[in-house]
């Protein structure tokens, strides 16, 4: 029997909130890239944390690659397939 494939570590988180359109949209592109890099990804719902909420509610999305802040507003599939090829 072969063990099943881990899944690939967390490189991206986008940091949101629910019924934002742009978290939408961010969300699609972030799960585009990941799917076809075999990258794996999160998501934080930063009502969820004060903290977050504090310091991000006007800059959502949020996008962090590798632990830096990557991107805010908008997600672009180029800019991040690069951060995370290059």
Do not use: N
Request: proline share 7%.
């Amino acid at each position: 029997m072969i063990a099943p494939t881990p899944p690939a570590p967390a490189r991206v988180t986008l940091l949101s909130r629910p019924g934002c359109h742009l978290c939408d949209d961010a969300r699609t592109v972030i799960a585009k890239v990941c799917t076809e890099l075999a990258t794996g990804w999160t998501e934080i719902d930063i009502t969820t944390d004060q903290t977050l909420l504090d310091s991000y509610r006007d800059e959502i999305p949020v996008t962090f690659v590798d632990g830096r802040q990557h991107d805010f507003w908008h997600v672009s599939e180029d800019r991040l397939r690069r951060a995370l090829t290059g």
